[in-house]
């Protein structure tokens, strides 16, 4: 049992070992504290190597003269690299921006868009879980998608008007649920 768990520790802190010492410049530079990312980053690798039913991690061989641990240090190490490169992957790639340099109106803004967007998350949670394989399916190709009814319809075999209907019947249900997560009705 204990080699079991053995490889998968010593595998992480060869990574988490790689991940920081990769970070540790780049994080000088930035002023910024890596913890996190190295953390983030490390995830990241173990994932690599395991994805695929372990694609990665079988690529390993150990005749080419590599120890298994040098060999995933190696992983994280260009893993890393290419992380830095991408501006989408790249931990530092967007610059903080101070306290000092926001404008109060945009933070009131800003509170005001993520309390809207949770209030719309728990809505759309909640709708989900009361939606069948076909109900989801209509929704993925009408609110997300954003297709033509007409094509849903004849992809999904179904009238236009059987479209429509989901549609309202799903729009009603969906302000019934926001009603609710609003709480009892204050007015008259």
Known sequence: MTTCHALPA????????????????PAAVERRDASQEVADLAHDVVIKLLAGDARELRRWDPRRG???????????????????????????????????????????TELRLLEHRDRLRRVLDLLERRMNA??????????????????????????RGAVDAWCYRT???????AQELDGPSTDG
């Open 10 to 25: 010593r595998l992480q802190a060869a990574i988490h070992r790689e991940v920081s010492c990769c970070l540790r410049i």
């Open 66 to 108: 590599r120890s298994l641990e040098s060999f995933v240090r190696l992983v994280a190490r260009r893993s890393v690299a290419r992380s830095l490169r991408q501006r989408r992957r790249n931990p530092w790639a967007d610059r903080p921006t101070a306290p000092s340099e926001l404008d109060g109106a945009d933070v009131v």
């Open 134 to 159: 076909r109900d989801r399916e209509l929704f993925c190709r009408v609110f997300v998608d954003e297709l033509d009814r007409d094509e849903v319809a004849a992809a999904l075999q179904m009238t």
């Open 171 to 177: 729009r009603r249900l969906a302000a019934t649920i």
